[in-house]
């Protein structure tokens, strides 16, 4: 019996637990761990602890002695990945690999501006224009300047996990007809520069034009046999196409390249016009994963699994069909 602990993890890992169980030799005996003691995830766990509100060493202290106490041969984090990857060889002197890469990786690709900056003029990896601004007066010189060449401008900050902070700026909005329609993402330009002006200074924000085409996302994973790279096209409804553009797989692979990333993650592109950019790269699995899984016929959290634990798991996509995919809630009871 395999014992692999996932701690605090977003919902839709519930799908991943269950493509990681699918092994034809081992018996995978999952621990969950979460902030929240309702989550639906522990319906798809073998045993179920609510974490600690800690942070820092002393959560990393805390991973450590859960490990030994529950015996764990795999830990699979999400919360606090860079300090646990600095950690690594703690936990394997505790003999438990961690599905987790180097935190180098993690801290330059989870600052977007960082993430630019890095690829920039790389092998045909196509950035946006963009600029990082940190108070009102400078996001009000770079906004003027980007509405001069592109017709919306958008922002975010530069550490952000699932497009949080991002928004869409327009000039002017009606205050009456705010009231009938759904705000989203959009935001007008002087609510953005009265909320900035609050502060002196403020935590590093991207301002770039927005990039009206369709977000691509990759889920990928190195292998011994190749890369795999599954391309969804998602869409403002649940339904997303899984296919596999030469650009896209080529661009994937290039990024792929230039970091060196072990474990699973997902590569954000989107398009302007017929134009592919990179939006973000993300060091872990993706939530709409297992839509890609389903599409390709390929179980990455079981691939990925098997090669933390040294064997390698065969695998083929046919990447000459394309699929539509999408999903259905189903409730659970909890208790």
């Known amino acids: 019996m395999i014992k692999v602990w996932f701690n605090h993890w977003f919902s839709t890992v519930y799908r991943i637990i269950e493509l990681i169980k699918e092994d034809e030799e081992e018996d995978i005996h999952v621990i969950g761990t979460n902030l929240r003691a309702d989550s639906v995830i522990q319906k798809v766990c073998d045993e179920w602890y609510e974490e600690p509100n800690i942070s820092g060493e002393e959560y990393t202290e805390y991973c450590l002695k859960f490990c030994e106490e529950h015996q764990i041969d795999v830990f699979v984090p999400r919360r606090n990945m860079s300090d646990i990857s600095k950690a690594k060889s703690r936990f394997e002197q ?4 961690v599905m987790v890469d180097d935190w180098k990786n993690i801290e330059l690709l989870s600052d977007k501006a960082a993430t630019y900056r890095y690829f920039k003029g790389y092998e045909n990896i196509n950035i946006p224009d963009y600029y990082s601004v940190s108070t009102a007066e400078e996001f009000a010189q770079v906004y003027k300047k980007l509405r001069e060449k592109y017709e919306m401008v958008c922002m975010k900050f530069v550490c952000d996990e699932g497009g949080m902070s991002f928004r869409k700026i327009i000039e002017h909005q009606n205050e009456f007809d705010r009231l009938r329609v759904y705000q989203g993402t959009t935001i007008s330009y002087s609510d953005v520069y009265s909320a900035l002006s609050t502060k002196e200074q403020f935590d590093e924000l991207m301002v770039m034009p927005y990039l ?3 977000e691509v996302s990759v889920d990928c994973l190195r292998t011994d046999s190749g890369t795999i790279a599954i391309p969804r096209l998602k869409s403002p409804t649940r339904e997303e196409k899984v296919f596999y553009d030469t650009e896209i797989i080529s661009m994937t692979a290039n990024v792929l390249n230039k970091v060196n990333l072990e474990f699973p993650c ?9 134009k592919l950019y990179l939006l973000e790269i993300n060091t872990r699995m993706s939530g709409g994963l297992q839509m890609s899984c389903l599409a390709s016929g ?4 079981n691939i990925a699994l098997n090669k933390l634990l040294g064997k390698e798991v065969s695998w083929n996509i046919d990447d000459e069909t394309e699929k539509i995919v999408s999903y259905i809630e189903i409730p659970k009871i909890i208790r």
Do not use: A, E, T
Not at 266 to 274: A, E
């Open 94 to 97: 505790i003999n438990v690999k």
């Open 266 to 274: 997902n590569v954000q592109f989107r398009y302007d016009g017929d």
């Open 298 to 301: 390929v179980n990455i959290p």
């Open 212 to 214: 009206s085409g369709l």
